[in-house]
């Protein structure tokens, strides 16, 4: 069940800028003009998070996630019904409202399901859909759009979404944690505003320039808006966004390098397409082909990353990851006008080795010290963090391109300037494998040994077949 809700919201965001040339001829409009399409999807993303642990704990995970599930498809259907671009728009808000809800729900039903040795080993699979989702999103578009209709990158949501809704209505069991207090609407108000205002910028500031008032103001009322959602949350007996959490050591810790290493890891994913298409000049299907090899590096390192994590623990998988993406990205940085395809492939593939040393680990960590009543919210502030790291990694990709083309060349950047973005992308995730050599993970290791950290059992949590 939670394979198939990530692997359709993943889908989802990624496989709608496929179908914007056709939609914009549909209603004859620019390709620009649908800017709007794109961007709504992460804002309401972002907007939705912050009430998804409270609606966890008030109506429970099963509920929630369904619930969540059948508005997405929903929405969905509007969207490839949809008659005008306000239609279209509304609908894509709708779609980002559900998914900001579905992430956290999906998580934490999973992790309040299975003890930390059996997250471990349930990340193994998790990690697929995560990986083949965004590889896969640019080919199905492409073959949807070209033999039916734009409609079709909607309208494919439903036949993979409607079974999962019935199984899990059947066969999911309900899980849900302590009764929440009263709805903290205030701080839903200033959160949802802050990260609204703040994945506007940063999602606009590439196509906009980092200077537009509309950039400007968004990125600046979001930080003063996310200041002040800080300030209250800590205040308030019963928060929306439990942010005492990051109390926690290893939660904190593991958080950090989540939103600070996603940059240079994502920002290669971005950087790839770029440097092949308008570096070399290569097509469309040269690109998706060449940094597909990514996926596999990934799906080989997750599993002997699981088998590693209980043995050596998540500060030596996770730095020693970061440094090889660091490393790799330093190859990268070689990459030229000649550089062939298979070079570049290798080098895909030995960054997706690299990641995989990075997401399973820092995700079941985050987790291993906090209660069990604490998931739901930690849930939340995982997703939030996650999408902030992922919005910022184009950001800078694009900020260190900018950086590095003279003004007369802005539209075609030069090859130096693909290789000097590398550079800074190697530089920080050096920086983050530095920092994640610094965790101390001996209660991680000891939960998925089913042992306290002082060497005695642990009772594990109970499991759920129901829920498998």
């Known amino acids: ?34 800017d ?5 999807y992460p804002v309401c993303l972002a907007m939705a998070i912050p009430a998804s642990a409270w609606l966890v704990e008030r109506f429970g995970a099963k509920r929630v996630l369904l619930t969540a599930l059948t508005a997405f498809l929903g929405s969905s259907l509007l969207c490839g019904a949809a008659a005008g671009l306000g ?16 992430f956290p729900a999906a998580a934490s039903l999973l992790y309040s399901t299975f003890n930390s040795w059996e997250q471990v080993r349930i990340s193994r699979y998790m990690i697929i859909p995560q990986q083949i989702a965004p590889a896969a999103a640019p080919v199905l578009g492409g073959l949807l759009v070209d033999h039916l209709s734009w409609r079709w990158v909607f309208y494919v949501n ?19 944690g302590h009764r929440p207090g009263r709805f ?21 500031g590439p196509n906009r320039g980092w200077s537009s008032p509309a950039v400007v103001t968004a990125l600046a009322l979001g930080t003063v808006l996310l200041t002040a959602t800080v300030v209250f949350e800590l205040r308030t007996a019963e928060p929306l966004l439990k942010l005492r959490l990051f109390a926690d050591r290893l939660f904190r810790d593991t958080n950090l390098i989540n939103l600070v290493g ?8 971005y950087l790839g397409p770029l440097f092949l298409q308008q570096g070399q000049g290569r097509s469309a299907l040269e690109s998706g082909t060449s940094t597909f090899p990514e996926a596999f590096g990934v799906l080989l390192t997750v599993q002997i990353a699981g088998i590693l994590y209980s043995r050596v623990g998540p500060r030596i998988i996770i730095g020693s990851g970061l440094a090889m993406v660091s490393a ?33 680990p ?3 960590a985050s987790l291993a010290t906090l209660s069990r009543k604490d998931l739901a919210q930690a849930s939340t502030l995982n997703t939030v963090v996650r999408q902030t790291g992922g919005a910022f990694a184009p950001a800078a990709v694009t900020t260190a391109l900018v950086l590095s083309t003279p003004t007369a060349a802005a539209a075609h950047p030069p090859i130096s300037a693909y290789q000097h973005a590398y550079f800074t992308l190697a530089a920080l995730a050096a920086a983050t494998s530095l920092f994640a050599f610094t965790l101390r993970d001996g209660p991680a290791r000891a939960a998925a040994r089913g042992t306290t950290a002082s060497g005695g059992t642990a009772p594990l949590r109970r499991r759920h077949e129901e829920a498998h």
């Not at 709007?36 to 709504?40: I, S």
């Open 262 to 269: 996603l940059v240079p890891i994502l920002g290669a994913m």
């Open 1 to 34: 069940m939670c394979v198939c809700v990530t692997f359709i919201a993943i889908v989802d965001g990624a496989i709608t800028t496929v179908a914007l040339p056709s939609i914009a001829r549909q209603f004859e409009l620019t390709t620009a003009a649908l």
């Open 362 to 364: 820092t995700t079941v």
């Open 328 to 360: 790799v990205l330093l190859l990268f940085a070689t990459c030229d006008q000649d550089t062939g395809l298979w070079t570049f492939r290798a080098y895909m593939f030995l960054l997706g080795v690299g990641m995989g040393g990075v997401f399973m």
């Open 184 to 204: 903290d609407l205030t701080g839903l108000l200033l959160s949802a505003a802050a990260l609204g205002g703040v994945m506007f910028g940063v999602c606009e």
């Open 36 to 40: 709007g399409v794109v961007v709504v």
């Open 87 to 102: 239609q279209l728009i509304a609908s894509r808000a709708v779609q980002g409202l559900s998914a900001g809800v579905l």
């Open 158 to 176: 439903l036949p993979l979404g409607l079974p999962a809704v019935v199984f899990g209505a059947l066969f999911l069991a309900e899980h849900r």
